[in-house]
């Protein structure tokens, strides 16, 4: 089993920047393919962007192409979520997972292990 714990949310004007970092902690984090969703009010959890156990792969939903970069440092246990050019349809709760499978997916469903989510808000 492995602990997810999300920080770095905050409030930022369009076409700011924003860092997200996803804490692991458990059973051996870096077997773990690590994706982060996000939720807006009223919609459905959608896929963001996933990193593969090594962080050789990355998948990215086509809304943040080009403006969001994922990461890991295996070392420190730790997945981050760079956000440039931050537009307001961006804004939502933002949700580290990890899914102790081959990389590949990006269905919440799929996904085992969630954290608290942290809340990303753009201001036009």
């Known amino acids: 089993q492995v602990q997810l714990v999300e920080s770095g949310g905050g409030l930022v004007q369009a076409g700011g920047s924003l860092r997200v970092s996803c804490a692991a902690s458990?059973?051996?984090?870096?077997?773990?393919?690590m994706g982060w969703f996000r939720q807006a009010p009223g919609k459905e959890r959608e896929f963001v962007a996933a990193?593969?156990?090594?962080?050789?792969?990355?998948l990215y939903a086509d809304s943040v192409k080009g403006r969001f970069t994922i990461s890991r440092d295996n070392a420190k246990n730790t997945v981050y979520l760079q956000m440039n050019s931050l537009k307001p349809e961006d804004t939502a709760i933002y949700y580290c997972?990890?899914?102790?499978?081959?990389?590949?997916?990006?269905?919440?469903?799929?996904?085992?292990?969630w954290g608290q989510g942290t809340q990303v808000t753009v201001s036009s």
């Open positions: 990193t593969s156990q090594s962080g050789g792969n990355t």
């Open positions: 997972a990890a899914r102790d499978r081959l990389f590949g997916s990006v269905s919440a469903a799929k996904y085992d292990y």
């Open positions: 458990g059973r051996t984090p870096s077997r773990y393919t």
